[in-house]
């Protein structure tokens, strides 16, 4: 039996660029509240982390997709290799990057965080979901926990002792978590019964660590509907002693990829024994707590993408360097030229500089925002930067949701062309890229929920003030190369997409205001599209200016050259072939088209 071997690929020169280069993360370090970390503190840890992902990861990455997850007496299974993998997790340290001293962590920066998470989801998707899971759910209790949940559960859940999952779905309620019917009957000191069934829980039972803490959404008796009347409990599968807390197993879902994470149905108190804890001291918190957990857990889905987005693109990179056929274009006529690598042929290129593109420009886009997160926590007194800052994380989390994994899901297609018919193999990791980013765009909130979070809550929080400061930053920069020869058009654009932005915008205010409501969840997608380019073509164009100030001090043989001038590249590439196309959604949405909402139901087919 041949060894499993990694597959997995990360841009390491990339990584470093937008961390210290475009972001400068290394003016947050050295002081407060990351005094201990500083640039060459983050860049060993990344070099670390990469050779272990590689090492214990990326080998695990096709041998868990093709084993899966199986269900016996009641127990989930996880594929071989996975328990030595968790062992090595958190016996080296990787998911304590940036978790309090007090909890036994580095307290390093999110960004260090974020950029982790890139190079353990890009390794093993599947995998990581299982700490990345666990780290979500010691978060929400160090927030809301009372000291005694605190001291219980948080050292446990860091050191991989217990996991963790969030458990919202139910089965007639899907998306809809007000409509959720899982009761909660007290019993007294912050204890309940529970009874109910959860569904699509990820990681809701595996053979990894000694105890799963299940966070559970439900209502007790006298709550009111909807969500206001959600309640957080903490849920052991298993209770000290060791034995079972009436949490079940109800099956575990086959799907199209992530096959490697088990998927549960989860029968809460069948036999009228589950206990679980009020996180906290009040009920009735339990939206709002748990949305403490979902809107890091959006970021990292974000990070899912691009960490196995960038190995599809990097996978078929070295194909195409690598793969010999046809002549070049220049000697199309010619039977007896010779075969050239497929990275010679013009549409190849174009599928590579796409996904070029797409790929650094949604790093670019993640590490923005964790950064932002990082200049919140850094802002000490500063009252005004602290609000510029989370203003501008709150803005960008359904984009960095969203966007990252739609395109993420792209360019695992993208890359499948790039192979032809063998990039539709198993003997290339690409095609399981594709299907393991599909679901990226579903969970923790659809898409289309991202997008009408960003239309109706984010463009309007502080008075708008958000999303002006957002169009004066990106104005702001486009003002810095309209002049410059090389930038000039790609500028214009810049600026036309912004302004179609806001223009977008407020259109969506005249629909709230004038009783065209049906007009928002149909224009909302594209919007969020319109918004995530324009981020996207600006940071793109940013990271090309600073690569321009970097070519001009280089000597002609410097082996940076290459890596700056494909950032003009990439930026160009984006700004003509994406970017353009903002002020033409704009148009499009202006239109007001409502022929979804008019066509009749039975029209749509009549089978």
């Not at 990791?429 to 659809?446: L, V």
């Not at 380019?533 to 940013?542: C, N, P, V």
């Amino acid at each position: 039996m041949s060894q499993p071997i990694n597959r997995y690929k990360a841009d390491l020169r990339d990584i470093r660029f937008v961390l210290f280069e475009q972001f400068k993360l290394q003016d947050l370090l050295g002081k407060a509240p990351y005094a201990n970390w500083g640039q060459e503190e983050v860049a060993t840890v990344l070099e670390e982390l990469y050779g272990w992902a590689k090492e214990q990861l990326g080998p695990l990455n096709a041998t868990g997709d093709a084993a899966g997850c199986t269900l016996e007496a009641g127990k989930i299974k996880t594929p071989p290799g996975f328990k030595e993998a968790w062992k090595s997790l958190y016996d080296v340290g990787w998911r304590r990057l940036s978790v309090p001293e007090k909890f036994g962590g580095q307290e390093g920066p999110f960004t260090l965080h974020a950029v982790s998470e890139e190079i353990m989801c890009g390794a093993n998707a599947a995998f990581n979901m299982y700490p990345a899971l666990t780290q979500g759910v010691a978060d929400v209790i160090q927030e809301f926990g009372t000291p005694e949940q605190l001291a219980a559960y948080c050292p446990k859940l860091h050191d991989g002792t217990y996991a963790g999952t969030m458990c919202l779905t139910e089965p007639h309620a899907g998306s809809d978590v007000g409509s959720a019917t899982t009761k909660a009957f007290p019993m007294g000191g912050g204890k309940y019964k529970l009874k109910g069934t959860k569904i699509f829980i990820s990681g809701g039972d595996q053979d990894l660590s000694k105890n799963i803490l299940h966070l559970v959404l439900a209502r007790t008796e006298d709550a009111p509907a909807g969500t206001k009347g959600l309640s957080l409990f903490v849920v052991p599968r298993d209770r000290s002693d060791g034995t079972s807390n009436d949490v079940q197993v109800g099956s575990i879902e086959h799907k199209m990829g992530i096959k490697a994470s088990s998927t549960a149905v989860l029968n809460f108190g069948e036999n009228d024994n589950c206990i679980g804890e009020l996180v906290g001291t009040e009920e009735q918190k339990g939206m709002s707590q748990m949305f403490h957990l979902m809107n890091y857990a959006r970021i990292g889905v974000g990070v899912q993408g691009l960490g196995v987005a960038s190995s599809a693109y990097l996978n078929a990179l070295e194909y195409a360097k690598d793969r010999k056929q046809g002549p070049s274009i220049k000697q199309w006529k010619d039977a007896a030229a010779p075969r050239v690598p497929i990275i010679e042929h013009p549409d190849v290129r174009r599928m590579l500089l796409d996904m070029k593109a797409k790929v650094e420009g949604i790093r670019a886009l993640i590490i923005k925002l964790a950064v932002h997160i990082d200049k919140v926590n850094a802002a000490g007194g500063d009252k005004t930067a602290a609000e510029y800052h989370q203003g501008q994380v709150d803005l960008l989390v359904p984009l960095v949701k969203a966007y990252g994994s739609d395109t993420a899901f792209q360019v695992c297609v993208t890359a499948i062309q790039t192979l032809g018919g063998a990039g539709f193999l198993k003997d290339y990791p690409i095609e399981q890229y594709a299907r393991d980013s599909k679901i990226f765009s579903i969970y923790e909130g659809t898409n289309h929920i991202q997008a009408l979070d960003l239309v109706g809550r984010k463009l309007g929080q502080r008075g708008g003030a958000n999303l002006q400061a957002f169009i004066k930053d990106v104005q702001a920069f486009a003002a810095t190369i309209k002049d410059d020869a090389t930038y000039r058009d790609a500028a214009a654009g810049l600026s036309a997409a912004a302004e179609a932005v806001m223009g977008t915008a407020m259109r969506f205010l005249g629909w709230f205001g004038g009783g065209k409501m049906e007009m928002v969840p149909l224009a909302a997608n594209r919007f969020l599209e319109m918004m995530s380019e324009t981020a996207i073509g600006w940071l793109l164009l940013e990271q090309a200016a600073i690569g321009e100030k970097a070519l001009a001090t280089l000597a002609a043989d410097h082996p940076d050259r290459a890596f700056y001038t494909g950032k003009r590249y990439a930026a160009l590439f984006y700004a003509a072939n994406v970017l353009a196309t903002v002020p033409l959604k704009a148009a499009q949405i202006g239109k007001e088209d409502r022929t979804p909402v008019e066509i009749p139901t039975e029209a749509f087919a009549t089978v």
